[in-house]
């Protein structure tokens, strides 16, 4: 889940269900178009469970806390980030870390003169992470925010100075490190109503973070990139969507190739009014899985699975397994792969009665299979943002739940 940085604080499963596939306007809207929205039609049951609900802490006098995003590098060492309102109604930035037995709070620092501070993307190597996001002065200016974790303490760094084109909202949404040295995050530097931007990318290279040049699709009014999966210092890809002239949006990847960023060509499903790539996960070897939705002529909207070999993009033929009862609509928010055949995607469904329940479907290689994911006891909505599987037969994901006095708290479930 993605908030720009002076989104109005209301409850997870009201924030979701109200999410539409058009950029509407605000800074809010900038950031929520990250999300991955699906809705696919309604048949059969879940199999059994296969994940249990984990215990996560929330910060002292908060009005509601989430996760965003985890990173795993082993079975006992996993990093979460997300944000939390406090009690004076500020966004404030949030790491929780798993040692194998339990998720504690990690005390991340808050930029000098920041009104907000908000963490939407992190990845690990060993002992190191580093969490991306945004923060917006008393001025509502936003810009991106890094911090890292090193030996158990999170410190912010440096980010360069943007180009007075970038306007006043720019933030980075996701990041990939393939060693403490390689980093490589993304997102989107625009105005506040999201008519203007370009994806945004920069690297760290183990001394400061430097600025990358992204090509900008021909034709494109906006551009986004929410997400990047690297193999290397010189092998990432970054997917995302622009925002044609027609209003349209239409996916969008990049590769970096160790010197530049290239835009590859991806298709585009038949029929299709409005399409988007909210994530990725490559793997070596094999392809990159992306995610995404396109939208067609009466509104609805269906998943769609890309899949990339040795840069050429295909659109994978996927047949999509029973969903769970009652449900009125699925949405995808993240996608891990533990191998080339084993890839777990996370996010909730819709029900008849106008709330959220926690989802999660894997990829066997050949099909997208549905498993059963528990709620906390008492749970008024549920859902997943972010999921990471360091191995085929293990996987965390993160989000939040809404409790039964309606307080929206954070959430963690692991399947293994």
């Given at each position: 889940?993605?908030?720009?940085?002076?989104?109005?604080?209301?409850s997870?499963?009201?924030?979701?269900a109200?999410?539409?596939?058009?950029?509407?306007?605000?800074?809010?809207?900038?950031?929520?178009v990250?999300?991955?929205?699906?809705?696919?039609?309604?048949?059969?049951?879940a199999?059994a469970?296969?994940?249990?609900?984990q215990a996560?802490?929330?910060?002292a006098?908060?009005?509601?806390?989430?996760?965003?995003?985890?990173?795993?590098?082993?079975?006992?060492?996993?990093s979460a980030?997300?944000?939390?309102?406090?009690?004076?109604?500020?966004?404030?930035?949030?790491?929780?870390?798993?040692?194998?037995?339990?998720?504690?709070?990690e005390?991340?620092?808050r930029?000098?003169?920041?009104?907000?501070?908000?963490?939407?993307?992190?990845?690990?190597?060993s002992?190191?992470?580093?969490?991306v996001?945004?923060?917006t002065?008393?001025?509502?200016?936003?810009?991106?925010?890094?911090?890292?974790?090193?030996?158990?303490?999170?410190t912010?760094?440096?980010?360069?100075?943007?180009?007075?084109?970038h306007d006043?909202?720019?933030?980075l949404?996701?990041v990939s490190?393939?060693?403490?040295?390689?980093?490589?995050?993304?997102?989107y530097?625009?105005?506040?109503?999201?008519?203007?931007?370009a994806p945004l990318?920069e690297?760290?290279?183990?001394?400061?973070?430097?600025l990358?040049?992204?090509?900008h699709?021909?034709?494109?009014?906006?551009?986004?990139?929410?997400?990047?999966s690297?193999?290397?210092?010189?092998?990432?890809?970054?997917?995302?969507f622009?925002?044609?002239?027609?209003?349209?949006?239409?996916?969008?990847a990049e590769?970096?190739?160790?010197v530049?960023w290239?835009?590859?060509?991806?298709?585009?499903p038949?029929?299709?009014?409005?399409?988007?790539?909210?994530?990725?996960?490559c793997?070596?070897?094999?392809?990159?899985?992306?995610?995404?939705?396109?939208?067609?002529?009466?509104g609805?909207?269906?998943?769609l699975?890309?899949?990339?070999?040795?840069?050429?993009?295909?659109?994978?033929?996927?047949?999509?397994p029973?969903?769970?009862?009652?449900?009125?609509?699925?949405?995808?928010t993240?996608?891990?792969c533990?191998?080339?055949?084993?890839?777990?995607?996370?996010?909730?469904f819709?029900?008849?009665?106008?709330?959220?329940?926690?989802?999660?479907?894997?990829?066997?290689?050949?099909?997208?299979?549905i498993q059963?994911t528990?709620?906390?006891?008492?749970a008024?909505?549920?859902?997943?943002a972010?999921?990471?599987c360091?191995?085929?037969?293990?996987?965390?994901?993160v989000?939040?739940v809404?409790?039964?006095?309606?307080?929206e708290v954070?959430?963690?479930?692991?399947?293994?």
């Amino acid at each position: 889940m993605v908030l720009a940085p002076n989104c109005t604080r209301a409850s997870v499963a009201t924030r979701w269900a109200g999410l539409s596939s058009r950029l509407v306007a605000g800074a809010c809207a900038v950031a929520l178009v990250l999300v991955l929205v699906l809705w696919v039609p309604l048949a059969g049951a879940a199999v059994a469970p296969i994940w249990s609900v984990q215990a996560t802490p929330n910060p002292a006098g908060a009005q509601d806390s989430l996760l965003s995003s985890v990173s795993c590098i082993s079975l006992t060492a996993c990093s979460a980030v997300g944000h939390y309102t406090s009690g004076g109604g500020s966004g404030l930035t949030l790491a929780e870390r798993w040692n194998g037995a339990r998720w504690s709070i990690e005390r991340t620092p808050r930029p000098a003169g920041a009104s907000t501070s908000l963490l939407f993307g992190v990845s690990c190597i060993s002992r190191t992470c580093i969490a991306v996001g945004s923060t917006t002065s008393h001025a509502g200016v936003s810009v991106p925010l890094v911090e890292r974790r090193s030996g158990g303490r999170w410190t912010i760094q440096r980010t360069p100075k943007l180009p007075a084109t970038h306007d006043s909202v720019s933030y980075l949404s996701g990041v990939s490190c393939t060693s403490p040295s390689s980093c490589t995050a993304v997102g989107y530097a625009g105005n506040s109503e999201g008519t203007r931007g370009a994806p945004l990318a920069e690297r760290w290279n183990g001394v400061s973070w430097i600025l990358q040049r992204t090509p900008h699709p021909a034709g494109a009014t906006v551009g986004f990139l929410p997400a990047v999966s690297c193999l290397s210092a010189k092998s990432c890809i970054a997917v995302g969507f622009f925002i044609n002239h027609a209003g349209a949006g239409v996916t969008l990847a990049e590769r970096w190739d160790g010197v530049r960023w290239s835009i590859q060509r991806t298709p585009t499903p038949q029929a299709a009014t409005y399409v988007q790539l909210v994530g990725v996960s490559c793997r070596v070897p094999g392809p990159c899985m992306a995610a995404g939705f396109f939208s067609i002529v009466t509104g609805t909207e269906i998943m769609l699975a890309e899949s990339s070999q040795r840069a050429a993009w295909s659109i994978q033929h996927t047949r999509w397994p029973p969903n769970p009862p009652g449900a009125t609509g699925v949405r995808f928010t993240g996608v891990s792969c533990g191998s080339t055949r084993a890839c777990t995607a996370v996010g909730f469904f819709g029900t008849a009665a106008g709330v959220n329940d926690t989802l999660a479907e894997r990829w066997n290689g050949t099909d997208w299979v549905i498993q059963q994911t528990p709620d906390p006891a008492g749970a008024l909505s549920a859902a997943l943002a972010g999921v990471s599987c360091p191995s085929p037969a293990a996987c965390t994901a993160v989000g939040s739940v809404t409790d039964s006095t309606g307080t929206e708290v954070t959430l963690a479930e692991r399947y293994s």
